[in-house]
């Protein structure tokens, strides 16, 4: 698995320590607590979600009540249609912090599985050599969220209409969606998924909000726009997707 992380080794004994006692915010920082959803499937099932500042990471965790990561979509065989399943940061961060253009729509951090496609084109997940089939490996995102009613839930992630060329992250896939992938360092716990985002990819980073979310996606059939739909949402830490938390420092 590829650690793009900055000093991922030793933040790792900081974050044993700091997971332990997750009902404990760090310095200013505001988590997100919910009690267990009836209804919804425990590896999406969210109860804690925060965002603290450890070295020179921001570390973004989320709690659910079963097994993180235990929910990786069944194959289609084809990109036309694929799912996507997904835990959510959404942000009050500017899109323009990791070099979208500004003022895009809700900029969030995923970590995403789907088997049908690999949108990492620069990482090697899985450390087989072939950058191009790790799209079932847990993997993150920068990804900017918006409202669309031809959406079952009503939002998408931002096309990029054909012939415009706005600003885009160096890590940006390719897609014709505003989304990067940065190869942040992902980690499943048990119940917990952990993702270790330098703090100087961010623009500005000393303080922001922030919610949790548990949601699947699909690529359209048809593979036009909105390309890739929020086809249903499974759990939202605040419960109205308010953005109560805050990072701690």
Known sequence: MVKQALGFRWWVVLLVAFIAFPAVAHDDGVPVHTDESEGVTAEADIVYAQVVSIGGNLIFQMVVVGEAGANIPEPTGDLAGAPVVSYVWPTSLD???????????????????????????????????????????????????????????????????????????????????????????????????????????????????????TAGLQVNADLHSPLLCVTGVDDIASGDLSLPGVMGR
């Open 95 to 213: 899109s323009a912090a990791v070099g979208f253009e500004p003022g895009q729509g809700i900029l969030a951090l995923a970590v995403t599985s789907h088997p049908d496609f690999d949108d990492t084109p620069l990482w090697d997940e899985d450390g087989d050599d072939d950058p191009a089939n790790d799209g079932a490996v847990w993997h993150s995102h920068w990804v900017v969220l918006v409202e669309d009613e031809a959406c079952a839930a009503g939002l998408k992630v931002q096309d990029i209409e054909e012939g415009s060329e706005p600003a885009l992250p160096a890590t940006w896939p390719g897609l014709p969606l505003l989304i990067d992938s940065p190869g942040y360092a992902v980690e499943l716990y048990g119940s917990e998924v952990v993702v270790s985002v330098p703090r100087s990819a961010l623009s500005e980073a000393d303080s922001f909000s922030f919610d949790g979310v």
